[in-house]
């Protein structure tokens, strides 16, 4: 028979075993797992960004083969030939010498080293800076999309293990009913043995005991598909077995939240509404570092390196140097003030996107509470019915065994015991799954 509620109520009570795999679902989500892998990058991407403010060495060589090309002509003969003619004639001596040719000298040099090793510092630059506090920003939206999936695989998690003990509780409203029915068809084997009725009466019994054998099967194919479900989203074999708690089949107390409450609870704790608030916060900043963009930045370099020729490495280096550099922008052409006109826009467009999400929130949780609300009514419904439909049921078995009813009395009572019986568990099950999507709706998991 259905088990009906007792006092305690499943809202003040916890499923150790449902609250483990919960537990389970959370460590093993691929989609979670994704998440932490995003959030990982994104850890990674601010620390690149404070980076930026390091010191940075380069190494710069390179060596170079040169043939033909360009040439500059040093007029070297004509220009100290005759003055050191001049001078043999004044000294009358042969001492200078006369024979000079011009020299022509390739433009490119040849077997040419040019190493360079440089060392740059950003000493002011607001983009560096405002990059790495959106950066972190943008963390914090990694860790809100984590949180709104966490919700949604606690609640799939949650209706999964239900619909198990829907088909669960289901199986054995039917194996009770089963019991009743071979009951009767040996109370009735009876009857036919002493000659106080026919065989037809055993046949009506056998078809009404096959026709429950035929929902149990489709309900323990149901059972089966609702447990591979549940393990898929445990990340595990399908096959693996699951525990059903017979503390959540037998305590339940239906209860209505406050519509009010809740809805303030939803307004307050949904996550999309930070996601919201760190989007603006971006935008924000995004808005100083354009207004940032005037000011100069000014960086630090240095270095020191070799340029010689012909593996001569006693000229041409080393060379040292040292220097700082600025850059300011004078005129940009009036970009700064259409991305500020973008930034406006967005902050707009985001206080409307915070306006509806609130609407929805609103109107999902409604949508909850009065499927709740409803659910509780058919529930105290189901409940009487299946108290009418027991008591029907005995008073009609008690009357057939007494020879005061008939044997299509007592399966109609059966039948309807049974549709009331397993019409309360359907319900009772849909109500836990209504609860579970409005913790969801109010991110509320404690």
Not at 138 to 150: A, F, G, P, S
Not at 151 to 175: A, C, F, H, P, R
Not at 201 to 229: F, G
């Amino acid at each position: 028979m259905l088990v009906l509620p007792m006092c305690t109520t499943l809202l003040a009570q916890r499923s150790d075993i449902l609250d483990g795999y919960v537990e389970q679902a959370l460590a093993n989500n691929l989609q979670l797992k994704t998440h932490d892998l995003q959030y990982q990058k994104q850890e990674n991407r601010i620390e690149q960004a404070r980076q930026l403010w390091n010191p940075q060495l380069d190494l710069n060589a390179s060596y170079l083969l040169a043939e033909g090309g360009r040439n500059i002509v040093f007029p070297v003969a004509d220009l100290f030939n005759p003055t050191y003619t001049t001078l043999n004639q004044l000294t009358g001596t042969n001492q200078f010498p006369t024979n000079l040719e011009n020299e022509n000298i390739q433009l490119t040099p040849n077997n040419f080293i040019d190493a360079q090793l440089s060392l740059t510092k950003p000493l002011i630059n607001s983009t560096i800076k405002y990059n790495q506090l959106i950066q972190s920003e943008l963390l914090k939206i990694n860790e809100i999309d984590r949180q709104i999936t966490e919700q949604d695989v606690i609640y799939q998690t949650k209706s999964s293990y239900y619909n198990i003990l829907k088909s669960s509780e289901g199986m054995k409203i039917l194996d009770e009913n089963l019991k009743l029915l071979e009951s009767l068809y040996a109370f009735n084997e009876k009857l036919v043995k002493y000659d106080k009725a026919t065989n037809e009466i055993l046949s009506d019994v056998s078809y009404q005991i096959e026709n429950l054998k035929s929902q149990r099967v489709q309900i323990e194919e149901q059972h089966e598909l609702s447990k591979a479900l549940f393990n898929l989203m445990l990340n595990q074999s399908l096959q693996n077995p699951v525990a059903i708690d017979e503390y959540l089949i037998n305590l339940i107390n239906i209860e209505v939240p406050d519509l009010t409450t809740t809805t303030t609870t939803a307004l307050n704790q949904r996550r999309e509404f930070d996601k919201i608030t760190v989007a603006q916060s971006v935008n924000e900043l995004n808005s100083e570092r354009i207004n940032k963009e005037k000011l100069p930045t000014v960086g630090l370099n240095a270095g020191v390196g070799i340029q010689t020729e012909d593996f001569n490495f006693d000229q041409g280096g080393p060379l040292y140097t040292l220097g700082i550099g600025m850059s300011l922008n004078i005129l940009d052409g009036g970009m700064r003030k259409k991305k500020m006109q973008e930034i406006t826009i967005d902050q707009e467009i985001l206080t409307n996107q915070e306006a509806q999400l609130k609407q929805q929130v609103e109107i999902e949780v409604m949508q909850n509470y009065l499927a709740l609300r409803s659910t509780a009514s058919n529930y105290q419904s189901a409940l009487s019915a299946v108290k009418s439909a027991e008591r029907s049921y005995d008073l009609t078995k008690t009357r057939y065994e007494n020879d005061k009813a008939i044997l299509i009395e007592l399966l109609e009572a059966q039948n309807r015991l049974t549709t009331s019986e397993l019409s309360a568990a359907l319900i009772k099950y849909d109500y836990l799954i209504l609860l579970a999507q409005l913790d969801k709706a109010t991110h509320h998991h404690e």
